[in-house]
Each structure stands twice: as structure tokens, then as C-alpha cells.
T-cell receptor
Framework: ETGVTQSPTHLIKTRGQQVTLRCSSQ?????VSWYQQALGQGPQFIFQ???????GRGNFPPRFSGLQFPNYSSELNVNALELDDSALYLC?????????????????FGPGTRLTVL | GESVGLHLPTLSVQEGDNSIINCAYS??????FIWYKQESGKGPQFIID?????DKRQGQRVTVLLNKTVKHLSLQIAATQPGDSAVYFC??????????????FGKGTKLSVIP
């Protein structure tokens, strides 16, 4: 087990609603990344948070937003849900370091939240 | 579009045989590569990684080979076991030196182990 936890495990929403997904990072990790994984596809990067600020964003609309808290946990918020938002949402934590040498960028994933939009 | 892809979407191997899963990448700036295993209903599980200053790295029963000339990555699993059945993804991270950035994943290869 990675130590990365996500809640809830499953969620059913209707089109137009809003959803908040939560992630607790592995102990010692200060960076959280969020990914969307559609059925039969590889995960797609949504955004990353480091020190409570967004640190990179993939090709997702502004209705996908996030937060990172002082304890490094994170939330993913999706507004105005669409049917195509149905997917497994994955959170990954990593330990970003300032040194110019090799850093531990390995991202460790949580079990995901399965979101179904009806 | 995706810059990481896989040559074979499915792979069936006999238990005890060796498995080889291939991956092509297109971003020449990528300097860090990771293989993940994903079982049904679970998140991706880290298997092994390799940096661009290496061409081979070995773990327990797994070996990753990197050929930067042709932008090719492979995962070799020795003595494949039923528990190895899963979808395998390769991912690239072009900014490992400055911090953790996004991973770009391919579609995955499904490995089925025949008992």
C-alpha cells in the first residue's frame, strides 16, 4: 500500500451538479497530482499542487479546480458535471525537493474515486 | 496528444515464461520513465523507474531497458506469475530534475498469465 488515501471510493452524481473529491498524501510527501482515467485509457494529468499552489495544469477546463492544504492533503472540485466526466479520479503524491541533484519524483497513487455522472 | 504509446495492447504468456512489454515515447526532453501496474479496481502501483542517464535497471523479477536512440522503453518480467496479470503503463516525466511535474501515460498493455 502506498499510504495515499482517497475519499469517497464511489460517487454518483447527475449532470450539472458539483463534486468534491479528497486525497491524503503519503507521509513525507509535499506534492499532490490529480489524474482522470477514463475506462480503458491511461490516466490523464489534470493538475498538480505544491505548497498550496497549482504547479502545472493539463488540458482540462476551469470547472476543474483544486486546493492543497497546509498538511498537504488536497481536494479536486468539478463544477457543472458532464456525462464525460464519468471516470476514475486518481490522486498521486510525491516528494519534491529543491536540490539540483536527483529528486524523488516518483508519484505514488491512491486507489481512486470512481465518479459516475448520470 | 499522447507522447507515450505501447506497441501491443494485449499480451498473453504462460506461467513461468518471461514477459516483455514495450513502450515508445516521443518527447526527447523526457529524462525520467516509470512503469506502473494497475489491477482491476485499483490505482496504478509503482514497479520500477529509470532515468535517462541509464540504459538498464533491475528490480525483483523486473528489468527496465531504455533505448534513447530510438525512444523505446521495455519492461521485462521474469518467471511470470498469475499475480502479474494486470494492465501495465509506461509513463514519462520530462522535468524530474527541477521537481515533480506531470506524468504522461500511454494506453496500457493488458498482461494475461495462463496457468
Amino acid at each position: 500500500e502506498t499510504g495515499v488515501t482517497q475519499s469517497p471510493t464511489h460517487l454518483i452524481k447527475t449532470r450539472g451538479q458539483q463534486v468534491t473529491l479528497r486525497c491524503s498524501s503519503q507521509s513525507g510527501h509535499n506534492t499532490v497530482s490529480w489524474y482522470q482515467q477514463a475506462l480503458g485509457q491511461g490516466p490523464q494529468f489534470i493538475f498538480q499542487y505544491y505548497r498550496e499552489e497549482e504547479n502545472g495544469r493539463g488540458n482540462f477546463p476551469p470547472r476543474f479546480s483544486g486546493l492543497q492544504f497546509p498538511n498537504y492533503s488536497s481536494e479536486l472540485n468539478v463544477n457543472a458535471l458532464e456525462l464525460d466526466d464519468s471516470a476514475l479520479y486518481l490522486c498521486a503524491s510525491s516528494a519534491r525537493r529543491r536540490s539540483s541533484g536527483e529528486s524523488t519524483d516518483t508519484q505514488y497513487f491512491g486507489p481512486g474515486t470512481r465518479l459516475t455522472v448520470l | 496528444g499522447e507522447s507515450v504509446g505501447l506497441h501491443l495492447p494485449t499480451l498473453s504468456v504462460q506461467e513461468g515464461d518471461n514477459s516483455i512489454i514495450n513502450c515508445a515515447y516521443s518527447n526527447s526532453a523526457s529524462d525520467y520513465f516509470i512503469w506502473y501496474k494497475q489491477e482491476s479496481g485499483k490505482g496504478p502501483q509503482f514497479i520500477i523507474d529509470i532515468r535517462s542517464n541509464m540504459d538498464k535497471r533491475q528490480g525483483q523479477r523486473v528489468t527496465v531497458l531504455l533505448n534513447k536512440t530510438v525512444k523505446h522503453l521495455s519492461l521485462q518480467i521474469a518467471a511470470t506469475q498469475p499475480g502479474d496479470s494486470a494492465v501495465y503503463f509506461c509513463a514519462e516525466n520530462p522535468y524530474s530534475g527541477a521537481g515533480s511535474y506531470q506524468l504522461t501515460f500511454g494506453k496500457g498493455t493488458k498482461l494475461s498469465v495462463i496457468p
